[in-house]
């Protein structure tokens, strides 16, 4: 961004209570309460000493869908979000708009809601912080990019979780996060985190004994010595990973759209879970520990918050005419982690919820995509147990060969919906497990037959421990068709042993789904070419 008087302007005191309307045409914004451009006024002064306000963890986009796109970032103080739109790089004719105030209660964090954005149009934007003390300097101003849905249908984008598992975090010698530039360098359209975004329970040491031999050094900070109780640490764990430059440079290229799962609280966590037994804890409920942990992820992901329920995750994305994302949460809605053998639905036996089921079917019913992706974060048939160790507990949904039984029961009525209802071409995307695969879910081959057959990715981790393979539950017919996993008597491996994994989704003009399964270095592991019904 240009230092001159026409390219820099600051806020007065005014435009804080009052805000022009925007001139019609064009881009439009909507803030975190109403969009307003940015008022015109005197030229800053810009400092250059060290009080100058920084953005230490660059931009970030998401919730990208028709012409809107979320533009984050944060601040080290008390600032105002200040963000320029344009479609060149040059920032010729660019659109200036004023975001919300970043504040304490925010942990400095702030969100723009870009609207009316171009189709088919790569756009360009620029994010600087004016400062609240003078109003007269700025900070440095850092740049992001991301581009509207093809009106040909051909899209790309990758997806994958798990990051910063296990205390492997930030390790420079190993070029810290190297998968988020094996990502970066496939150009995608956008990017699915399928959960465990951040390890809350999960403390980062200086130095981790390898299997094998070896040791694997991290970057650490306070935040990350200990378990996240309190909503400081939670947002520490968040700003942990925004320190590494792989991260940075692929969120201000891809937007993301972001969900959470167990290790944004604390592991296996559902609301009645009690942390009494773990001594690591001060804080022994889960469900505070969730609140805590929802906050941070609402805070520092590029979410757009609902206004109804700032809480909901759940969501719809349409990028062109071949794809419908439909983002999920079997976090926030679920019963307790119980056998999950239930022969009804009851109080129990909730993954998804009965608000949330009602969302998704009629989304699905409504859609009219060539596909609709389920962005799930976690799979339907992998066996995942709440005690690993004694194999008890069912943390996922599947519990074991048989009929439909606990949270099974509601993925099946959901499944027959989706068949008595003509609904074609599902695809699931899951990660969670920390190993790549891919299963063909045959109702010829299940104990519950009522659904159509469909295929569902599995990847990760990004950034952790490999584990797996796990065993198949046969209620829905999962055919294994790939897997890569660590060998037999092998676990959580770390990242320099090469076995981290991100899936990569390619649709053509003509609508045709090319799903290839990718590792560390972003060579092709696995891939299928899946034809649309008609």
Do not use: C
């Not at 439009?28 to 306000?53: E, F, H, K, N, Y």
């Not at 709440?386 to 439909?404: H, L, M, V, Y």
Request: aromatic share 10%; hydrophobic share 35%; no cysteine.
């Amino acid at each position: 961004m240009s230092n001159s008087p026409e390219s820099r302007r600051w806020v007065t005191r005014r435009s804080f209570l009052y805000n022009s309307a925007l001139a019609s045409g064009g881009l439009l914004v909507a803030a975190s309460t109403a969009g307003r451009a940015l008022a015109q006024a005197a030229p800053a002064i810009i400092t250059a000493d060290s009080r100058r306000i920084a953005m230490p963890y660059g931009v970030q986009s998401g919730d990208l869908s028709g012409g809107r796109a979320i533009v984050w970032s944060r601040a080290d103080r008390p600032a105002r979000m200040v963000v320029e739109v344009a479609t060149t790089e040059s920032f010729r004719n660019a659109r200036r708009f004023d975001g919300p105030v970043a504040v304490t209660d925010s942990d400095y964090t702030a969100r723009i809601d870009l609207s009316g954005l171009p189709a088919d149009q790569r756009v360009f934007y620029r994010v600087s912080f004016q400062d609240l003390s003078d109003l007269k300097s700025f900070s440095e101003p850092v740049t992001g990019q991301f581009r509207t849905a093809p009106g040909n249908g051909r899209v790309r984008f990758v997806w994958s979780g798990d990051t910063a598992g296990q205390g492997y975090g930030i390790n420079p010698d190993f070029g810290g996060m190297r998968i988020y530039e094996a990502m970066r360098r496939t150009e995608p359209h956008f990017f699915i985190h399928s959960g465990d975004t951040i390890y809350a329970d999960g403390p980062i040491p200086e130095t981790k004994e390898l299997p094998g031999g070896g040791v694997w050094k991290n970057v650490t900070t306070e935040a990350k010595s200990k378990v996240a109780e309190t909503l400081g640490d939670f947002r520490g764990a968040h700003a942990y990973n925004l320190m590494d430059e792989n991260l940075r440079r692929f969120n201000a290229e891809v937007p993301m759209f972001a969900q959470w799962d167990d290790h944004e609280a604390t592991n296996n966590w559902y609301w009645e879970k009690r942390m009494d037994s773990d001594q690591r804890y001060k804080e022994k409920s889960a469900a505070v520990l969730a609140a805590n942990g929802m906050r941070a992820f609402l805070e520092y992901m590029p979410i757009r918050h609902d206004p109804e329920n700032r809480d909901r995750i759940y969501n719809k994305f349409s990028y062109g005419p071949h794809l419908d994302v439909f983002r999920i949460d079997m976090r926030s809605y679920r019963g307790p982690n119980t056998a999950n053998l239930q022969e009804e639905m009851g109080s129990e036996t909730p993954i998804l919820g009965s608000e949330q089921i009602r969302w998704l079917k009629q989304a699905l019913l409504a859609s009219n995509a060539t596909w609709k992706v389920i962005a799930s974060d976690m799979p339907i048939g992998v066996i995942v147990y709440d005690n690993g160790k004694d194999k008890t507990g069912s943390e996922a949904i599947a519990q074991g060969n048989g009929p439909a039984r606990g949270r099974e029961l509601e993925i099946a009525d959901l499944l027959s919906f989706i068949r008595r209802n003509g609904i074609r071409n599902t695809v699931w995307l899951t990660a969670d497990v920390h190993y790549t695969a891919a299963h063909f879910y045959d109702p010829n081959k299940a104990k519950f037959q009522d659904f159509e057959p469909f295929w569902e990715f599995v990847s990760g981790p990004l950034n952790a421990g490999t584990f797996g393979p796990n065993e198949l539950d046969d209620t829905f017919g999962p055919q294994l068709m790939y897997v890569k996993a660590p060998p037999d008597g092998q676990s959580n491996l770390a990242p320099s042993a090469g076995m981290q994994f991100f899936g990569q989704v390619d649709i053509s003009e003509e609508g045709v789904m090319l799903v290839t399964l990718k590792d560390l270095d972003g060579q092709s592991l696995y891939t299928k070419e899946l034809l649309p019904a008609a």
